[in-house]
T-cell receptor, first 114, second 112 residues
Framework: TQLLEQSPQFLSIQEGENLTVYCNSS?????LQWYRQEPGEGPVLLVT?????EVKKLKRLTFQFGDARKDSSLHITAAQPGDTGLYLC??????????????FGQGTTLQVKP | DTGVSQDPRHKITKRGQNVTFRCDPI?????LYWYRQTLGQGPEFLTY????????KSRLLSDRFSAERPKGSFSTLEIQRTEQGDSAMYLC??????????FGPGTRLTVL
């Protein structure tokens, strides 16, 4: 069974601080996606990374896919209260290219205090 | 708003009752997925449709669960004889290719 483990599970920081969330697996994934979810809502896609070693930037967010396509990280620079939410990584496991089903990590709850 | 809608947004039911949820995907997307999310966890895959064909079901989908997508457009998920353990957020997602999935707002089910 392919699993994705996220760390940390909870993060509470002050506005302006930097943070990194990690998503790790012992399995290779064909792609990894990062979502942000607010309470009572569905996940909203932030980015998809598909190539080992790939780095993508989205304003203050930087996403990296590991060279071996087993891990990924999300770095937020100068966090703002609006960044508060649940961050989820999700992978398309190898062999799932026909279905596209996703395996999710358990999520990282981020609280940014003003 | 991703363009995927789900109805109802909230459902409270008593144990043993049947419930049905609806998902309307983005119209040009032929792939549709159902996931279940419990508190403090990430979503778990339940089932997948390509057009009207249900091509994969998770072992999480017991005999009490059934999903349909009769005309390859909207989909329904029915749970029969609900149990307290069925309480969760039920999420629907659609995709044109499988690489990028767009999630609806979910249906929050509470079984009393």
């Amino acid at each position: 069974t392919q699993l994705l483990e996220q760390s940390p599970q909870f993060l509470s920081i002050q506005e302006g601080e930097n943070l990194t969330v990690y998503c790790n697996s012992s399995s290779v994934f064909s792609s990894l996606q990062w979502y942000r979810q607010e309470p009572g809502e569905g996940p909203v896609l932030l980015v998809t990374v598909v190539t080992g070693g790939e780095v993508k930037k989205l304003k203050r967010l930087t996403f990296q896919f590991g060279d071996a396509r087993k891990d990924s990280s999300l770095h937020i620079t100068a966090a703002q209260p609006g960044d508060t939410g649940l961050y989820l990584c999700a992978g398309g496991p190898r062999g799932s290219s026909n279905t596209g089903k996703l395996i999710f990590g358990q999520g990282t709850t981020l609280q940014v205090k003003p | 708003d991703t363009g995927v809608s789900q109805d109802p947004r909230h459902k409270i039911t008593k144990r043993g009752q049947n419930v049905t949820f609806r998902c309307d995907p983005i119209s040009e997307h032929n792939r549709l997925y159902w996931y279940r999310q419990t508190l403090g966890q990430g979503p778990e895959f339940l089932t997948y449709f390509q057009n009207e064909a249900q091509l994969e079901k998770s072992r999480l989908l017991s005999d009490r669960f059934s999903a349909e997508r009769p005309k390859g457009s909207f989909s329904t998920l029915e749970i029969q004889r609900t149990e307290q353990g069925d309480s969760a957020m039920y999420l629907c997602a659609s995709s044109p290719t499988g690489d990028t999935q767009y999630f609806g707002p979910g249906t929050r089910l509470t079984v009393l």
